[in-house]
C-alpha cells in the first residue's frame, strides 16, 4: 500500500479552493468543477496507478465545485474522479462513471493512455455509436494524477526581463532539439534537463539568442490513428493536461526537471517562452475518448452547437472547442497560466490559434473576456503574449487585430519574403511593408513595432533550407496520401529537387537563404528562428511533421559542426550582433516616417538603384526586383545618429546602387553574398550587389539640433 494513503480513508467536507489537489502536510484537499455532475467520487490507487484501493465521494459542492479533505494524505498520492450524472449527448450530457477521469489541475501524471475501446464513453461498434453508452471500467488504460509538493527553491533566480525591442526568439522543440546530440548520454537526449546543457546554451549565444520559445511541454495525448500507423503526435498540440508537465519530457525528476532547466537558462541570459493550446483538448468531437473534461462536465468545458448539443463547435479544425466563455473554464486557463508564470516562472506564452481564444457568441473580439482576463492580471500582464492571429472559424484570420500588449505571428512576413526572394513579381512594395515593421497591419491603437512577430519558418512547414531545396513537399512518411501540409509554401529548388544538383544549385540556395535569414534579422519587429535554420536542417521535404518522432524532425547536430552549417551560424550570429549594434535596425515606435532625424535624413526613406526616391511608378513597376531601404534612429547616448542603409537585389544579375545624398561616410557591414567579408568603408557613391542578395551599410551622423 502507498505510504501517501492514510490508514483512515475518510473525508471532510474541505474547501471549494484552491481548484485540483492541494496539501497542506497534513491532508490533502480535493477540489473539481462540474456544474451538471450529480455525484462525484474520488479513486486512490496504489504508487503505481495499477489497481484501484477505493473510491470516496467528495461530499460537499460549494459553487458548483466539488470537494472533500483527506486528512493525513501525503503527497504522491495517485488519484483520478469518477463522475455521476445523465448520459445524454443530444443534450450535451456525457457522464459515465464507469470512466476514470483526469483531474483537470493535475500537477504530475502516471502513466500514459493505453489505447484500448475502454476510453470511449460508447460502443465503438454499435449501431447508435455515441448515443450508446460503454460500461466498462478505464480505470487500467488511463493515467492517473499524482498529488505533488509543489516546493522547488529557485535560489537567486532572476528573469531576464529582455526588452521586447531586444528580443531574439528561437522556436525549438524540447525532444527535437537533442535527440541526436551524440555528445549526450542516452537517457539525457530528448528531456529537458537536456535544453539546459551549457553547450547547447552556448551555442544559443553564439546564434544571439534571447529567448527560446518550446513547443508544447504540456502532457499531450498519442493519438490512437496515429499510434495505430506507427507514428507519434510529436509536435504535441493534443494536450491532456493544462499544468502538468509531459512525462517523457521530464523522466529524471517530475517537473522539477524543466524548473531545472528554466533556472539554468535564466542564469545564462534567456527566456522561456511556452506554446500552450488551450483552444482545443485531446477529446476530439462526438467519437473521441473520455480522458477528463468530457467526463466531468462535456457541456461546460466545451462549444457546443446550439440546438445540435450532441454535436461540437469546431472553430480549431480538431474537433472540439473549448468554451473559454464560461467563466469556470476561462478561470482553469488562467490559473494554469499563472501557475507556469509562478511555479516554472516561465516568461511568456504564444498561443496556438489565438484567435479561438478571443471568440465570443457573435466571433472574434479583442475585447474578449480572455483578452481582458489576461490584460488585467499583474503577474501575466508584464510577461510575452504572442499570438497565432488564426484559426479555421468564420473570419478566423485575424493578423493585426490582437489588442495592445499581445505580439502576433505574421505570415505576410513569412510569405512576402519567400516570394520576394524566390523573384516573383511585383513584391516590391509587399517587401517594403513588411521591412518597415508592417505598420500598415500593426500601427494603431499604439502598438510597437515589436508586436509584428518576423520570421521564414517555423515549426508549421518548410524548415528554411526546404524552401530553398524543394518545390512541392514531400510528406510521404505521414502516410496521408500527401494530403496533408501547406499547399503554398512559396519555395523554389533552384534546379533540382532535393538535395544535390551540384556546385552552381547550392551556390544559388545558399545566397537565397543568407537574404532571407538577413531580411528576417535586420526587419523592423521581433525576429523568430526556427531551431535548425541556422545551420541548414533539413526534414527531407516534409512541411508538416506533426507526426515525425524521428530524424525526420530531430535537429541534425553533425550539420552544424561542418561546414557550411558552422560558416552559416556564424553568419546568423554576425545578423544578431549587428540588430543589437544599431538602434536604427530596432525601431522603437511608429513614427512619423518623415520626421526628420538629421539633416536631409528622415527616419524611414526608399529608393531606387539611381539613388531617386521611389515614386508611384517605381512602386508600381511589377518588374522591379531592387529596393534600397534607409533608416535613422538616435543613438543610445542622444549625441549621434544611427544610419543604416539596406540595399536589396531579388534579381538574376548584379545591381549597380547609386547611394542617395547626403553623402556619409559609410562602412558595408554585411554583404549576404560573401558572408566572411569584414566590414570595411565604401569608396565612392555607387556600390554593386551581387544577385539573389543584399548589403547592409551603417554610418553615423550628428542630428538635428532644437
Not at 388 to 400: H, K, R, S, T
Request: negative net charge; aromatic residues 10%.
Amino acid at each position: 500500500m502507498t505510504m501517501a494513503i492514510p490508514a483512515q480513508r475518510r473525508l471532510t467536507s474541505g474547501s471549494p479552493y484552491p481548484l485540483g489537489a492541494a496539501s497542506d502536510g497534513l491532508g490533502v484537499n480535493f477540489a473539481v468543477f462540474s456544474a451538471n455532475a450529480t455525484r462525484i467520487e474520488l479513486c486512490l490507487f496504489d504508487d503505481r496507478g495499477r489497481k484501484e484501493l477505493c473510491r470516496l465521494t467528495l461530499p460537499e459542492c460549494t459553487d458548483e465545485v466539488w470537494h472533500g479533505y483527506l486528512p493525513d494524505a501525503q503527497p504522491g498520492l495517485v488519484y483520478g474522479y469518477r463522475a455521476h450524472g445523465p448520459y445524454d449527448p443530444r443534450n450535451g450530457h456525457r457522464f459515465n462513471p464507469h470512466k476514470l477521469l483526469l483531474d483537470p489541475y493535475a500537477r504530475r501524471l502516471t502513466g500514459a493512455p493505453r489505447w484500448s475501446d475502454v476510453l470511449f464513453g460508447y460502443r465503438m461498434q454499435h449501431a447508435k455509436a455515441d448515443l450508446s453508452m460503454d460500461r466498462r471500467d478505464s480505470a487500467l488504460a488511463m493515467p492517473k494524477a499524482i498529488v505533488i509538493d509543489d516546493y522547488f527553491d529557485w535560489g537567486r533566480n532572476v528573469p531576464p526581463g529582455t526588452p521586447w525591442r531586444d528580443t531574439v526568439l528561437y522556436e525549438v522543440h524540447l525532444r527535437g532539439a537533442t535527440m541526436q546530440r551524440d555528445d549526450l548520454r542516452p537517457p539525457l537526449r530528448g528531456t529537458a534537463s537536456a535544453l539546459a546543457d551549457p553547450r547547447f546554451i552556448d551555442h544559443l549565444h553564439r546564434v544571439g539568442v534571447t529567448a527560446v520559445e518550446l513547443m508544447p511541454v504540456h502532457a499531450f495525448l498519442q493519438d490512437r490513428f496515429l499510434v495505430e500507423r506507427g507514428l507519434r503526435n510529436y509536435w504535441g498540440y493534443s494536450t491532456l493536461s493544462f499544468f502538468a508537465p509531459e512525462p517523457a519530457y521530464v523522466p529524471q525528476g517530475g517537473p522539477n526537471e524543466l524548473k531545472q532547466a528554466v533556472r539554468r537558462l535564466h542564469a545564462a541570459g534567456i527566456e522561456v517562452i511556452l506554446d500552450v493550446v488551450y483552444n482545443h483538448t485531446c477529446e476530439g468531437n462526438e467519437l473521441g475518448p473520455t480522458l477528463s473534461w468530457r467526463g466531468l462536465d462535456n457541456a461546460s468545458y466545451y462549444r457546443l452547437i446550439p440546438g445540435d448539443e450532441r454535436h461540437y463547435i469546431n472553430d480549431t479544425g480538431c474537433g472540439n472547442t473549448v468554451n473559454i466563455s464560461h467563466p469556470r473554464v476561462l478561470q482553469m486557463v488562467m490559473d494554469s497560466l499563472r501557475y507556469w508564470a509562478s511555479a516554472y516562472q516561465v516568461d511568456g506564452f504564444r498561443f496556438d490559434l489565438g484567435v479561438t481564444l478571443g471568440r465570443e457568441g457573435t466571433g472574434f473580439d479583442p475585447g474578449s473576456g480572455f483578452f481582458d482576463a489576461i490584460l488585467q492580471d499583474p503577474e501575466l500582464a508584464r510577461l510575452k503574449l504572442i499570438s497565432e492571429p488564426w484559426d479555421v472559424g468564420p473570419d478566423g484570420y485575424q493578423l493585426g487585430q490582437h489588442p495592445p500588449g499581445f505580439a502576433e505571428w505574421n505570415d505576410r512576413f513569412r510569405d512576402g519574403v519567400r516570394r520576394y526572394w524566390r523573384g516573383d513579381d511585383g513584391m516590391v512594395g509587399e517587401l517594403a511593408a513588411r521591412l518597415a515593421g508592417s505598420r500598415d497591419l500593426f500601427d494603431r491603437r499604439h502598438r510597437r513595432p515589436w508586436a509584428t512577430i518576423n520570421y521564414a519558418a517555423s515549426h508549421d512547414g518548410f524548415t528554411l533550407r526546404d524552401v530553398v531545396a524543394y518545390s512541392g513537399s514531400h510528406n510521404e512518411a505521414n502516410g496521408e496520401d500527401g494530403n496533408d501540409g501547406h499547399g503554398e509554401n512559396f519555395s523554389a529548388n533552384w534546379g533540382n529537387e532535393g538535395p544535390g544538383g551540384g556546385q552552381d544549385v547550392e551556390t544559388l540556395r545558399a545566397l537565397a537563404q543568407h537574404a532571407m535569414l538577413a531580411t528576417v534579422l535586420l526587419a523592423d519587429g521581433t525576429p523568430m528562428l526556427l531551431a535548425g535554420d541556422e545551420f541548414g536542417n533539413s526534414q527531407e521535404g516534409n512541411n508538416n511533421a506533426y507526426c515525425q518522432d524521428t530524424p525526420i524532425s530531430w535537429l541534425d547536430w553533425s550539420q552544424a559542426a561542418d561546414d557550411p552549417g558552422a560558416a552559416l551560424t556564424h553568419y546568423v550570429g554576425r545578423l544578431t550582433s549587428l540588430r543589437k549594434a544599431h538602434c536604427s535596425l530596432r525601431t522603437a515606435r511608429y513614427d512619423d516616417v518623415d520626421n526628420e532625424i538629421a539633416p536631409g535624413i528622415a527616419a524611414l526613406s526608399w529608393f531606387a538603384e539611381n539613388g531617386q526616391p521611389m515614386d508611384t511608378a517605381t512602386w508600381e513597376d511589377a518588374g522591379r526586383h531592387c529596393l534600397a531601404m534607409r533608416r535613422a534612429s538616435t543613438s543610445d547616448d542622444a549625441d549621434e545618429v544611427d544610419v543604416t542603409l539596406m540595399l536589396l537585389n531579388a534579381g538574376d544579375a548584379p545591381a549597380v546602387f547609386t547611394l542617395a545624398p547626403p553623402a556619409l561616410a559609410w562602412t558595408l557591414e554585411l554583404d549576404s553574398s560573401a558572408t566572411q567579408r569584414p566590414p570595411q568603408p565604401v569608396d565612392g557613391d555607387t556600390l554593386e550587389i551581387a544577385a539573389h542578395s543584399l548589403a547592409l551599410l551603417a554610418a553615423r551622423t550628428a542630428g538635428n539640433r532644437s
